[in-house]
C-alpha cells in the first residue's frame, strides 16, 4: 500500500509520498521522533509534485471551496496529473486534513482516502518544514502567503449587506430589554423619592413617564398656582387630572423639602424622562431594522418578538435553519429540560408567547395556534434570509393565514388552502417588483435627463430637418438623415467660419470705397 499526504498551503497544493510501510501504526513513532529533524523527515516524507496558485484571486476560490467540503478545479487537475492510479498489487491512500474534503475528493476522484492515523503527524512535520521542502520557498515567502490569504478569507467572510445586518437587531433589542428594567426602576425610585413631599400625586399620575415629567415640572408643591394650571394642562393632555394636581397641591399632606433635595430630585427625574425618550427612539430603530432585515417576520409577529427570536437563535440565518418544532419553544428551554427529566408535559410556546395571537386563542386552542404561528414564523424567516429583495408581501399573507385559523377554532370557518395563499402572494410580489424595477428606471431616467437634454434637443432638431427634406424631396428616411448629418456637420463648420466671411465682406467694403 502506497501513502500519499495532500496539503493545502496558502502558495499552492503539495503533494507528498511516504516510504512504504505495512501499517500505519507502526509508522507513527518514527514520524513522531523525526518532526523537528528535517534530514530524518525527509527520509520518510518526500516531495512529489507542488501546484503554485496563479493568483490571489485563485488561490481565495479555492480556500473558500474547500472550506465548504469541495474540490476545485484545480486540486482534481492536480491529483488527476500528479497522483498515481490504484492497481491491485499496488493500492494508493491519499491522507487529507480533513474528512469532508476526504469523502469529496473519493467522490470524484474515486481515490481512497484517509485522515486517521499517522496522517496527522505527517501532516504536522510538512507544516513545519515545507518551506525547506519546497525549492525556490523560504519561510518569508511562506509568512507572507499565508498573512494574505488569511486577511482576504477572513475579509470575504465577515463581508455581508450593510442594511441587512442582524447584529444591529440583536443588539438593540437586548439594550431596549434592559432600557426597560432601568427605567421601570428609576420610574419606581423617582415615585417612592417625590412622595415625601407630594404623595398624592401616585394616584393621580399612574404613568411612570407622565409621573417623572410632572413631577419634573412642579418642583416644589407650593409653588403651584392657579397661574401655571394652563401649562400643566398642556403638559398632561387632561384638563381634570391638571385640575386634580392642583387642588391636591394646595391640600397634600406632604413634608417640606429643601432646595437641594429638590435640584437633585429634578435632576433624576429629568434623567428618567431622557432615558425614556431614548428609549421611544430605540424602539423606532429596532422597527426601521427590521423592516429592512426581516420585514416578513415583523408584518407576522411585530417588532419585538421577532427581534427577540432572531436574537435567541443567534442571526436570522440560525432562525431560518430551525424547525418549526424548535422556533415553537424558543426560550422555553428550561421548562423543556426539565419536562423531559420529569416525564411530565413539555411546554407549548416560548417567546411566542408574546404574540398578540396566542393571547386571543382560548386556553384549549393556545398549543395548536402556537404551532401553527411557528410553522408560518419558519416559513417567514427564510423568505427574508434568502430573498434578494424583502418586501413585507408573504408576512402580511401569513398573517392573515394566522388570522383565518383563529377564525377556524373559534367560528368552525373553513380557512384557505396554503398553495392558493402563496400562490397569490407570488403574484402580488412580482408585481411590486416590476413596479418597483420601473420606478426605479424613472428616477435614473430623470437623473440622466439634466445631463442629457443638450443631446435630446438637438437630437429633436435633426428630425425636424429630417422631416423637412423628406417632405420637399420625397426622398427616403434614410437618405434625409444623412442630409441632416451633413448639414449639422456644414453648419457647425460654418459657426467656425463665420468670423472669417465677416472680415473678408469689410476688407471688400473698404476696398470698393477706396476705388469710388
Not at 258 to 281: C, G, H, P, T, W
Not at 407 to 426: S, W
Not at 441 to 455: D, F, I, L, Q
Not at 495 to 508: D, Y
Request: hydrophobic share 40%; net charge positive; proline share 2%.
Amino acid at each position: 500500500m502506497a501513502l500519499y499526504v495532500l496539503y493545502e498551503h496558502a502558495a499552492g497544493y503539495g503533494l507528498f509520498s511516504v516510504k512504504e510501510f505495512e501499517e500505519i501504526g507502526m509508522l507513527l513513532p518514527q514520524v513522531e521522533a523525526s518532526i523537528l529533524d528535517l534530514s530524518r523527515f525527509n527520509a520518510i516524507v518526500k516531495l512529489v509534485g507542488f501546484h503554485p496558485f496563479k493568483t490571489a484571486v485563485a488561490a481565495l476560490n479555492n480556500v473558500n471551496a474547500i472550506s465548504e467540503g469541495l474540490v476545485p478545479d484545480d486540486l482534481s487537475g492536480f491529483l488527476d496529473t500528479t497522483l498515481p492510479k490504484s492497481s491491485k498489487k499496488k493500492q494508493v491512500t491519499l491522507g487529507v486534513s480533513d474528512a469532508k474534503l476526504g469523502a469529496a475528493i473519493a467522490e470524484a476522484l474515486e481515490v481512497q482516502c484517509s485522515h486517521i492515523g499517522a496522517v496527522p503527524e505527517i501532516l504536522r512535520g510538512i507544516r513545519f518544514h515545507f518551506a525547506g521542502m519546497v525549492k525556490g520557498f523560504t519561510d518569508q515567502s511562506a509568512a507572507v502567503a499565508q498573512l494574505g490569504l488569511g486577511h482576504s478569507y477572513s475579509r470575504c467572510k465577515v463581508k455581508f449587506n450593510v442594511h441587512r445586518s442582524d447584529n444591529m437587531i440583536i443588539q438593540s433589542i437586548a439594550l431596549l430589554d434592559q432600557l426597560d428594567k432601568d427605567v421601570n426602576t428609576f420610574s419606581m425610585r423617582i415615585r417612592e423619592w417625590y412622595s415625601y413631599h407630594f404623595p398624592e400625586l401616585v394616584k393621580i399620575v399612574p404613568d411612570n413617564y407622565m409621573f417623572a415629567k410632572v413631577a419634573h415640572f412642579i418642583k416644589d408643591r407650593k409653588s403651584l398656582t392657579d397661574d401655571r394650571l394652563e401649562e400643566l394642562e398642556e403638559l398632561m393632555m387632561d384638563s381634570e387630572k391638571a385640575k386634580a394636581v392642583l387642588d391636591a397641591g394646595k391640600m397634600s399632606m406632604g413634608m417640606d423639602i429643601s432646595v437641594v433635595d429638590l435640584i437633585n430630585i429634578e435632576m433624576f427625574a429629568k434623567r428618567v424622562i431622557k432615558l425614556s425618550d431614548y428609549r421611544q427612539q430605540l424602539a423606532n430603530y429596532l422597527h426601521s431594522k427590521m423592516n429592512s432585515v426581516a420585514p416578513n417576520l415583523q408584518a407576522l409577529i411585530g417588532d419585538q418578538v421577532g427581534a427577540r427570536l432572531i436574537s435567541k437563535a443567534g442571526s436570522l440565518t440560525n432562525l431560518a435553519k430551525f424547525p418549526a418544532s424548535t422556533v415553537q419553544i424558543l426560550g422555553a428551554e428550561k421548562a423543556l429540560f426539565r419536562a423531559l427529566k420529569t416525564k411530565s408535559n413539555t411546554p407549548k410556546y416560548g417567546l411566542l408567547f408574546n404574540s398578540s395571537f396566542i393571547g386571543r386563542a382560548n386556553a384549549k386552542n393556545k398549543g395548536r395556534i402556537s404551532r401553527f404561528l411557528a410553522n408560518k414564523c419558519t416559513i417567514a424567516s427564510r423568505i427574508d434570509c434568502f430573498a434578494e429583495t424583502p418586501s413585507t408581501v408573504f408576512g402580511e399573507a401569513l398573517k392573515g393565514q394566522v388570522e383565518e385559523r383563529l377564525k377556524f377554532y373559534e367560528q368552525g370557518e373553513t380557512p384557505r388552502k396554503n398553495l392558493d395563499v402563496m400562490k397569490e402572494a407570488i403574484q402580488l410580489a412580482s408585481k411590486q417588483a416590476e413596479t418597483g424595477g420601473k420606478k426605479k428606471k424613472r428616477k435614473a431616467e430623470e437623473t440622466n435627463g439634466n445631463g442629457e437634454a443638450a443631446v435630446n434637443g438637438s437630437a429633436k432638431k435633426k428630425k425636424k430637418k429630417a422631416a423637412a427634406l423628406d417632405d420637399t424631396n420625397g426622398g427616403d428616411a434614410e437618405e434625409s438623415m444623412m442630409q441632416v448629418n451633413t448639414s449639422a456637420v456644414l453648419d457647425d463648420s460654418m459657426n467656425v467660419t463665420n468670423g472669417e466671411k465677416k472680415k473678408k465682406k469689410k476688407n471688400k467694403n473698404r476696398q470698393s470705397a477706396v476705388e469710388a
